[in-house]
């Protein structure tokens, strides 16, 4: 349901709420703009003054940003009522807000924040009257993490654009300003002003488990440009960019969700590598960089995973590299910071790292608590918890956060999701297909010489908000070009009763396309297609997430990468198959053989191309 016209809270309401709080500020930020002059700064000494009136459990409250369950901010379901009193110990929003102070809130999917952008935006107005209406209340940062591609917590019907490894195959700056600018413009218009994005890593290892396509690839100048270039898009659109996870995650074999990854490059690869988009990111004047639980000895010897490490936040970070901005933590509910210290212990030494917003964290209960007892006991100063405060503050009044937190429904209809954003995403989509194999010109396929085609293979559960599935996409998009197509789901482990039936099904058809997710030497992914090719039918075969599918099935006559599952690269992948567009990525990373990964089958900028009528 939409919130009410009449109810929702004015520009005059918001001023009102907050004037005993911010008086004193005299704001010249410009909402929809990044504030890069002198000139559009808020006033330095009105926000100090600011900081000097709140009270150290204020001051505490203002560097968390939490997860909360639910649609509303005061009227949750009873399921997220019930996960909420769980996990966090109050039934909702209004309640952590009021209890905690949070100076941040993260949506997420999973947390049934993001039904619909109407109700995201109803959700961000009620989180901002219950902050405001605290004593001495403040406007919260609403943030979340709206990568695109493989992650994205904002769904149909906002736009949504192909993912970082994706872009990085059409090697546009300006498709990935774009992306950013866009994208930005629909986030602000729900009330989320702080994106976690985007990725910065440089995916230089093909067996990364959590990173991988969401890279822009594995050339640091090109990932650099990039960065850079989305940063700015974002930023323009008044919503704060941060690039992650800092030092670099590109080269580990651990997901840091449930390990503690160890990179073991030099000081000087480091430099050369991982730090290259950091580095562009910083004079793209990024407003947040957000930390990696992984270890880096070269850089920090101690053991302590980055998010913990003064060397590597403080030394290199703030003092090497000058970066004066916002520091988050990546969710401290991961097992990569959680391995060697307690939770009690993690906020707090993650403060004296030179962190400035604690992201997300077990129980807030017990890292609050930690945090305040620590400045209490000494090991903590509050002039230390003062500089934090002062940089969330300056971010949120650079964002317009202290003129005017709240969003409109006119601001959605207008801006989430609009006919133009969805035909630029579909645009930028179509320069990232990479075609890699195309033998005796297979690819495009004619509806003339094959109109009878079969839609096979794996398909994973969508990245959120997109139709899906993958084979069901597929097949409707090649059905609207004209072809006959019938959708066959096989899965990412096709049992042999699946893979009978696929193979009985193509003898019915013209031609196959078959999806393929992660394939592995040994997998019944790998069996499917070779399955398929032995029936003679014409097989075209498209790597839905990780390009490096391809050196497992070296008999495929025609081999396409989308970096992704999302519909609107799958779109833009049959519109290839079938003539309507030509492919035109190249691949960001290279493919090494399969049975030599030493000697590389496809470098970084391969891909093929045609010419379509």
């Given at each position: 349901m939409r919130p009410s016209r009449s109810s929702r809270p004015t520009r005059r309401t918001v001023l009102a709420a907050t004037a005993g709080t911010t008086a004193a500020l005299a704001l010249s930020t410009t909402p929809v703009r990044a504030a890069e002059d002198a000139a559009d700064r808020p006033d330095e000494s009105s926000l100090r003054a600011l900081v000097s009136r709140m009270t150290l459990e204020e001051k505490v409250g203002q560097l968390f940003v939490m997860r909360v369950y639910g649609h509303s901010a005061t009227a949750p379901d009873q399921a997220d009522i019930d996960t909420n009193l769980e996990e966090l110990g109050v039934r909702t929003a209004a309640e952590l807000i009021a209890k905690y102070r949070v100076g941040g809130i993260i949506y997420f999917t999973w947390a049934h924040n993001t039904r619909d952008p109407h109700q995201i935006a109803a959700l961000s107005n009620g989180i901002q009257k219950v902050s405001l209406d605290q004593p001495r209340g403040?406007?919260?940062?609403?943030?979340?993490?709206?990568?695109?591609?493989?992650?994205?917590?904002?769904?149909?019907?906002?736009?949504?654009?192909?993912?970082?490894?994706?872009?990085?195959?059409?090697?546009?700056?300006?498709?990935?300003?774009?992306?950013?600018?866009?994208?930005?413009?629909?986030?602000?218009?729900?009330?989320?002003?702080?994106?976690?994005?985007?990725?910065?890593?440089?995916?230089?290892?093909?067996?990364?488990?959590?990173?991988?396509?969401?890279?822009?690839?594995?050339?640091?100048?090109?990932?650099?440009?990039?960065v850079a270039a989305e940063v700015k898009g974002y930023q323009s659109a008044g919503v704060a960019a941060t690039s992650k996870h800092f030092p670099g995650h590109g080269d580990t074999a651990v997901d840091s969700h449930y390990g503690f990854p160890v990179i073991t490059h030099s000081r000087e690869l480091w430099s050369t590598l991982d730090a290259v988009p950091f580095r562009a990111a910083i004079r793209a004047g990024v407003d947040s960089i957000m930390t990696a639980h992984i270890m880096?000895?070269?850089?920090?010897?101690?053991?302590?995973?980055?998010?913990?490490?003064?060397?590597?936040?403080?030394?290199?970070?703030?003092?090497?590299?000058?970066?004066?901005?916002?520091?988050?933590?990546?969710s401290l509910g991961m097992e990569g910071v959680r391995t060697k210290y307690g939770d009690d212990r993690v906020p707090v030494l993650a403060l004296k790292a030179g962190v400035d917003q604690l992201l997300n964290p077990p129980s807030i209960e017990v890292a609050w608590n930690a945090v305040l007892s620590a400045v209490h006991g000494g090991e903590l100063t509050e002039a230390r918890l003062d500089e934090s405060v002062l940089r969330v503050l300056r971010l949120k009044a650079k964002l317009g956060l202290l003129e005017n937190p709240y969003v409109t429904d006119a601001g959605v209809d207008h801006t989430v999701g609009t006919a133009t954003h969805r035909r630029t995403a579909d645009r930028i989509a179509e320069r990232t297909t990479t075609l890699l194999v195309n033998e005796e010109r297979l690819l495009p396929l004619s509806r003339r010489r094959t109109p009878r085609v079969l839609v096979v293979g794996a398909d994973p559960a969508s990245p959120s908000g997109t139709d899906g599935p993958p084979t069901t996409v597929l097949a409707t998009a090649l059905t609207e070009l004209g072809f006959t197509t019938t959708a066959l789901s096989t899965g990412t482990t096709p049992s042999a009763e699946g893979i009978d039936q696929?193979?009985?099904?193509?003898?019915?058809?013209?031609?196959?396309?078959?999806?393929?997710?992660?394939?592995?030497?040994?997998?019944?992914?790998?069996?499917?297609?070779?399955?398929?090719?032995?029936?003679?039918?014409?097989?075209?075969?498209?790597?839905?997430?990780?390009?490096?599918?391809?050196?497992?099935?070296?008999?495929?006559?025609?081999?396409?990468?989308?970096?992704?599952?999302?519909?609107?690269?799958?779109?833009?992948?049959?519109?290839?198959?079938?003539?309507?567009?030509?492919?035109?990525?190249?691949?960001?990373?290279?493919?090494?053989?399969?049975?030599?990964?030493?000697?590389?089958?496809?470098?970084?900028?391969?891909?093929?191309?045609?010419?379509?009528?």
């Open positions: 403040l406007p919260v940062l609403i943030s979340t993490d709206q990568e695109y591609g493989a992650v994205a917590r904002v769904g149909k019907p906002a736009t949504l654009f192909p993912g970082a490894m994706a872009l990085g195959a059409g090697g546009s700056r300006e498709d990935a300003r774009a992306v950013g600018r866009i994208g930005g413009a629909e986030l602000r218009a729900l009330g989320i002003r702080q994106d976690y994005s985007p990725v910065a890593d440089v995916n230089v290892n093909p067996a990364n488990p959590v990173i991988g396509v969401r890279s822009f690839g594995a050339d640091p100048d090109a990932v650099a440009g990039l880096v000895p070269a850089l920090d010897p101690s053991g302590d995973p980055a998010t913990l490490s003064h060397p590597i936040l403080t030394g290199i970070l703030r003092e090497e590299l000058g970066y004066d901005g916002l520091v988050v933590t990546d696929a193979v009985a099904a193509a003898a019915g058809v013209d031609a196959v396309v078959v999806g393929t997710y992660n394939v592995t030497a040994t997998g019944s992914q790998k069996t499917l297609v070779e399955r398929l090719l032995a029936t003679g039918v014409p097989l075209v075969a498209i790597a839905i997430r990780n390009p490096y599918d391809v050196a497992q099935l070296p008999d495929v006559r025609a081999y396409l990468a989308t970096y992704s599952w999302t519909d609107v690269e799958l779109r833009a992948a049959a519109r290839v198959i079938g003539g309507a567009a030509r492919p035109r990525g190249k691949l960001p990373v290279a493919v090494d053989r399969a049975d030599d990964p030493a000697k590389v089958l496809y470098p970084i900028g391969y891909g093929l191309t045609y010419q379509v009528r």
